[in-house]
Nanobody, 129 residues
Framework: QVQVMESGGGLVQAGGSLRLSCTAS????????VGWFRQAPGKEREGVSC????????YYAPSVKDRFTISRDNAQNTVYLVMDSLKPEDTAVYYC??????????????????????WGQGTQVTVSS
């Protein structure tokens, strides 16, 4: 059974940092592109960042670019999202997802949700002002 799991969420003050981790069982995450997505209360889920299975290519949403960093350690079967300079508007449930599709995207775009078939349950990130 395939399971994708997020961890590392929590409560942090504005300007602080958090590191989210994404791991999986039942699949080799190193063979998959991984995306981070988030859903704030009352809003649609949106893409945050994604990384190619090799780690060589990444995309970021404009709202997080230069503040968030996605990376992966394929030996540990883990993908990370380091979030710095957090803002209250970053408050959301953060999801990671694995997929086998990778596309070349224009600047300012991140991987579409439809390209990811295995999703975690999410981890809450709350940024207080």
């Amino acid at each position: 059974q395939v399971q994708v799991m997020e961890s590392g969420g929590g409560l942090v003050q504005a300007g602080g940092s958090l590191r989210l981790s994404c791991t999986a069982s039942g699949l080799y995450l190193s063979h998959y592109a991984v995306g981070w997505f988030r859903q704030a209360p009352g809003k649609e889920r949106e893409g945050v960042s994604c990384i190619h299975w090799s780690g060589a290519f990444t995309y970021y949403a404009p709202s997080v670019k230069d503040r968030f960093t996605i990376s992966r350690d394929n030996a540990q079967n883990t993908v990370y999202l380091v979030m710095d300079s957090l803002k209250p508007e970053d408050t959301a449930v953060y999801y990671c997802a694995a997929g086998l599709v990778w596309k070349s995207l224009p600047m300012g775009r991140t991987c579409p949700q439809i390209d990811f078939g295995s999703w975690g349950q999410g981890t809450q990130v709350t940024v207080s002002s």
